[in-house]
């Protein structure tokens, strides 16, 4: 099914050793990986605090892959526009937890970024019929947000497959995220359902080698590239 596709590996830092970061990154860097994504969590929305402005701001002034932003905090508008002044290229936020979805996205457009709209796995793809018009991508969440190394649900698999055929039958350029438990055993499974940017998280950063587990991912899509 080599249909052209880019796929990126993107590779969580939520389960990276915080105290050697810019190590760690650099290690994905040499792996090929092409986004870094950075799990931001409030505590409230999610029950976990990780990591807010300051770290993107650092981030993005050491690594040259794009920062994707991925906000699980409650009233996300608030914040985005932030973000992308922090200088993430893509902020995403969970279409739970936002009652002005659409005002949200163009505040991230307006200030230069790819604007995500994000799905929990009981959220169903009809929440997002008319919203996904106004998103560059969509974060298919594939374990309950909050925490690494969950274990893949399934049932995401056709979600997706079902969200690629909804975003063909409207003829959008919407790119699909996939985001919670993927590794080896089941990335080609959702390269195949149409995801194309692949978040890792402890099948990285919990692997010995960094780099050489960004790689495997990487060669594991291969057909797609
Ligand atoms: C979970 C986060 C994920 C997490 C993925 O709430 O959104 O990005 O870091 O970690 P793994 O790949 O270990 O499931
Ligand atoms: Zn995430």
Redesign the pocket.
Known sequence: MADGRTIDIAP?I??ADFSRLGEEIAAVERGGATIL?V?V?DGHF?P?ITVGLPVVKSLARSTHLPIDA?L?ISEPGRYAEQFVVAGAQMVSVHVEADAHLHRTLMSIKRAGAQAGIVLNPATSLSEIEEAIQFSDYVLV?S????????E?IPASISKVRRLRRMIDERGLHTRIEI?????RTNIEQVVAAGAEMI??????F?AGDPEVAARQLREATVQWV
């Not at 374990?143 to 969950?150: E, H, I, R, S």
């Not at 978040?199 to 990285?204: D, L, N, Q, R, T």
């Open positions: 969580s939520l389960s994504h799990d969590m999610v976990n991925h699980m969440m374990v309950n947000p909050g925490f690494g190394g969950q893949f985001d919670g438990g993927i590794d978040v890792a998280g402890s099948a990285i919990g």
